[in-house]
């Protein structure tokens, strides 16, 4: 097998802190950031926006 072939990961968080935890991680040790897409099912905003129409 060769090396040099593209590997691909993936990683599901259950909060968006320990997802930032993960991607600082990866950007302390230097990880090209360029090469990362996160994806989220909401916002901190629309978390926040959400509360706010609930408690009216």
Same mark, same amino acid.
């Given at each position: 097998? !060769?090396? +040099?072939? @593209?590997?691909? $990961?993936?990683?599901?968080?259950?909060?968006?802190?320990?997802?930032?935890? !993960?991607? +600082?991680? @990866?950007?302390? $040790?230097?990880?090209?950031?360029?090469?990362?897409?996160?994806?989220?099912?909401?916002?901190?905003?629309?978390?926040?926006?959400?509360?706010?129409?609930?408690?009216?």
């Amino acid at each position: 097998m !060769a090396f +040099n072939q @593209l590997k691909h $990961a993936l990683g599901i968080f259950p909060s968006r802190q320990s997802a930032l935890r !993960a991607l +600082n991680e @990866l950007r302390d $040790a230097d990880f090209p950031m360029h090469k990362i897409t996160a994806i989220a099912k909401e916002s901190e905003h629309d978390e926040q926006r959400e509360r706010y129409r609930h408690n009216k």
